[in-house]
């Protein structure tokens, strides 16, 4: 274990190309008096595209391929389809997630400073941002995991809205 720390980490999470899982988010909201809690299917494709599929308690569904989001959802089933670089703070808080799920340290380090706690079997990254315009959307973001698969995604917006996922992947699954 003499070569653990956050390259070795991200060496073991760029080995995952492909994963599906099922997650429950819960959302605690300061303009809401009870948490949110939603739940559906993960799926990543590395190094760059992602699918959050909401079933409950309404379906929706988040595509994000490269640069370009598609949500899809709502009353009226309305898609919308935009690219990252229109809006950066919804990129850099993306891009947290992402470049952790593709072991892309450079990726990382563009955007957070990066700490690493905990050892191979059960560690946590605590993701804090460096751009202003990040800073004034996202407090921070903790990864949780264990060997190269993570377990839990937690937010904190800098309003204090609170989010906590977590992430049970599809036995057998992640290739």
């Not at 993960?42 to 760059?48: E, K, Q, S």
């Amino acid at each position: 274990m003499g070569d653990w720390g956050l390259p070795q980490l991200m060496r073991n999470l760029a080995q995952v190309k492909a994963a599906s899982a099922q997650f429950t988010e819960r959302k605690t909201v300061h303009m809401l008096s009870a948490p949110l809690v939603t739940s559906g299917m993960l799926n990543y494709i590395a190094p760059d595209r992602m699918q959050k599929i909401t079933v409950s308690p309404k379906p929706e569904r988040f595509v994000l391929d490269g640069d370009q989001v598609t949500i899809a959802g709502g009353p009226d089933k309305q898609v919308h389809t935009f690219s990252l670089a229109d809006y950066p703070q919804i990129g850099g808080l993306v891009e947290g997630i992402r470049a952790t799920l593709a072991g892309d340290l450079a990726a990382l380090d563009r955007f957070y400073v990066v700490q690493l706690s905990g050892d191979p079997s059960n560690w946590q990254l605590l993701l804090q941002p460096k751009d202003t315009d990040l800073t004034r959307f996202v407090k921070w973001i903790r990864i949780a995991g264990s060997r190269n698969r993570i377990v839990d995604v937690e937010t904190e917006d800098t309003d204090g809205d609170h989010s906590d996922m977590s992430i049970v992947e599809d036995a057998g699954d992640a290739r």
